[in-house]
C-alpha cells in the first residue's frame, strides 16, 4: 500500500470522523470518512516486463464510501489475469467530490514516477471506474489539463492524463437535463474510452448513452458495450448479460493495443 499524497500535505477537504468501515450484510466491505488516500499494488501475473500496462481502480460507492474488494481488489486481480497491473484507489470520503479528483490526479503521476520500480509502462496507465468511481475516472480522462492543487514535489510536473478509460456503470455522467455533465470536458484530448452499462439499471444508463452519444458526435475513439441486463453496482458479480463484460473489456483493450 502506497500512500497518494507526502504526510500531512492532503490538499483541500478531509473527513470529519475517523475511517470507518460501512457495515452491510452483504459480506462487501466499504471504507468511509478517508482522509488518507492511498494505493495498493497488484502486480500483473507471470513475468512483468517494463511494457507492463497499468489500470488504476476507481470503486464506487456514490460517493459516500469505497466498496474497496468488490470494485476494488477483485477487479484488479481480473486485469492482473489478462497481463495488467493494478493499483486500487481509495480516495476520500464522504462526499468529497474535489477531493477524490484530486486523489486520481495525483495517483496518475504517482504511478508514471514509479513506472521504472514497478516495471510498467508509463504511457499505457489507464484508469477504471464504477458508479461514482466511473464518474472519477471520466473526470481524470477529461480534466487532465485543468491543475487541482498546487504542485508539492518533482511528481506533480508528470502528465496526470489517462492513456485509456474504462467506465462501468458510472454515475453522474448527465446534467439530468439531456446533455453530459458540466464537468466533463468533451473539448479534450479524452484518451480512448471504454463505456460499460446494462438497460435495466434505469437510474444511471442514461447518463451512459448521452456521453456516448456525445463522444462519438465530438469524433472521440471510444466504444459502448450495453447489456440487456445486469442492473447496477455488480462489479464481477453479475447474474445478468453485463457478466460479459470483463472479458469484452480485456478484448477492447488488445484491440485499443494496450494489451499484446
Not at 8 to 20: C, D, F, I, Q, T
Not at 186 to 214: F, M, N, W
Amino acid at each position: 500500500m502506497v500512500d497518494v499524497w507526502p504526510d500531512g500535505m492532503v490538499p483541500g477537504k478531509l473527513a470529519s470522523e475517523p475511517e470507518s468501515e460501512v457495515k452491510r450484510d452483504d459480506g462487501f466491505q466499504r471504507i468511509t470518512n478517508v482522509s488518507r488516500p492511498t494505493l495498493t499494488w497488484f502486480p500483473a501475473e507471470g513475468n512483468p516486463q517494463h511494457s507492463t500496462p497499468l489500470i488504476i481502480v476507481c470503486p464506487g460507492g456514490g460517493y459516500r464510501y469505497t466498496v474497496v474488494d468488490k470494485e476494488g481488489s477483485e477487479i484488479a486481480e481480473r486485469f492482473n489475469q489478462a497481463g495488467v497491473a493494478a493499483l486500487v484507489l481509495k480516495y476520500r470520503t464522504p462526499q468529497n467530490r474535489d477531493g477524490a479528483f484530486q486523489d486520481v490526479q495525483r495517483a496518475i503521476r504517482l504511478a508514471r514516477s514509479r513506472a521504472a520500480d514497478w516495471k510498467i509502462d508509463p504511457q499505457k496507465i489507464g484508469v477504471i471506474g464504477f458508479s461514482a468511481g466511473g464518474h472519477v475516472a471520466a473526470k481524470a480522462s477529461n480534466q487532465f489539463a485543468r491543475r487541482s492543487y498546487e504542485p508539492l514535489d518533482q511528481i506533480d510536473s508528470l502528465s496526470c492524463r489517462p492513456d485509456f478509460a474504462v467506465l462501468v456503470y458510472p454515475a453522474y455522467l448527465d446534467d439530468k437535463q439531456g446533455g453530459v455533465s458540466p464537468d466533463l470536458d468533451l473539448q479534450a484530448d479524452i484518451p480512448p474510452t471504454l463505456v460499460v452499462h446494462s438497460e435495466d439499471d434505469k437510474t444511471h444508463v442514461v447518463g451512459s448513452r448521452i456521453y456516448s452519444d456525445a463522444l462519438k458526435k465530438a469524433g472521440k475513439n471510444h466504444a459502448f458495450k450495453l447489456y440487456a441486463t445486469g442492473g447496477h453496482g455488480y462489479g464481477l458479480h453479475s447474474e445478468g448479460e453485463a457478466r460479459a463484460w470483463p472479458e469484452a473489456a480485456v478484448a477492447w483493450l488488445k484491440q485499443a493495443g494496450i494489451i499484446r
